[in-house]
């Protein structure tokens, strides 16, 4: 059985009927070891992961490691689950994946309705980790078509993703406006992250519904954040710290997850897109 959480600090995050995590900071605050840190949770139970990295930082360089896996392991691994191309460094490229991952997703719902009320999990279906590093500036390099083509299809995989989706959203953003992602997207992430101290603006769209007074000021130091979570019974975030990952070699911990989960338990499904 496919664990319904993860672990972050002290807290528990669910991912089952969850449509992911929406992470915010300003720049060094600490967002992208948090995002690496929740990817490789999420790998080391089985999920596939798609990167968007238009910024061309930490994450872009993650696609060595499908290009070396491709050419040296080509024996051990399949070409299905390191074929280039999830990795993506432009707007035009995160449309595209984004596409397929909502026709995956449809698919999903259509191939699997056998059983009232079952979901991804029931179904046995491999989950997908979606790393969204500097959302904000994806959409500000985008030209206006794509740009509404990648809100367009993340407000389906958001609003239709957590029951068969297996879908896990990472959208990490330096500032959240309304311009960027409308208040009734925000509040659908069951998980919301701040990264050390934010603004007002960020703060009432990451934690909606809370007197921003009550808010618990965090250390201005990376890494330190507060939480929230639907489950959590409070309004309020709460304060968490993200482990330090310095001594993590996150390059070579995500290679050996690509590896070893290419051979996996999970139900084949024919119309998989990778
Ligand atoms: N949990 C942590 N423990 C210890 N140090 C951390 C932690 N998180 C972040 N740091 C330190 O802070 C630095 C900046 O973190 P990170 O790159 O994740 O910030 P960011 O918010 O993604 O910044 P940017 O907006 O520039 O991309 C890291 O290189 C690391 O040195
Ligand atoms: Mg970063």
Redesign the pocket.
């Known amino acids: 059985m496919i664990p319904s959480s993860i672990k972050l600090d002290q807290y528990s995050i669910p991912i089952q009927g969850s449509t992911g995590a929406l992470i915010v ?13 929740l990817m490789l949770q999420l790998m080391s139970i089985g999920a596939f992961p798609l990167i968007f990295d238009t ?1 061309r ?2 994450f872009f360089s993650l696609r060595y490691v499908f290009h070396d896996t491709f050419s040296i392991e080509n024996s051990v691994t399949s070409t299905k689950s390191v074929e280039k191309g999830q990795i993506c460094s432009t707007p035009g490229q995160v449309a595209k994946l984004l596409r397929q991952l909502t026709e995956l997703m449809n698919q999903r719902y259509e191939h699997h309705q056998a059983h009232w009320g079952w979901d991804w999990i029931n179904y046995k279906l491999r989950p997908i980790v979606v790393v969204f ?2 959302f904000s500036a994806t959409l500000s390099e985008a030209d206006k078509k794509t740009a509404n083509e990648i809100i367009n299809y993340l407000k389906q995989i958001i609003f239709k993703g957590r029951q068969m989706g297996g879908i896990y959203l990472i959208l ?1 953003s ?1 500032r959240l406006t309304a311009d960027v992602l409308e208040r009734n997207i925000s509040s659908e992430f069951s998980t919301r992250i701040g ?1 050390q101290n934010l603004d007002r603006v960020s703060l009432s769209l990451a934690f909606p519904g809370c007197d921003l007074n009550e808010i618990p000021v965090v250390e201005n ?4 954040g507060l939480i929230y979570n639907d489950l959590f019974n409070t309004l309020i975030p709460q304060p968490f ?6 001594h993590v070699n996150v390059p070579k911990v995500f290679k050996h997850l690509i590896v070893r989960n290419d051979v996996n338990n999970f139900t084949c499904e024919d119309y998989w897109p990778w």
């Open positions: 900071g300003k720049p060094g605050s600490g967002k992208s070891v948090l995002v690496s840190y910024k930082s930490d590093d500097e990490a330096q990264m130091i990376p890494g330190h710290i993200t482990p330090d990952m310095s």
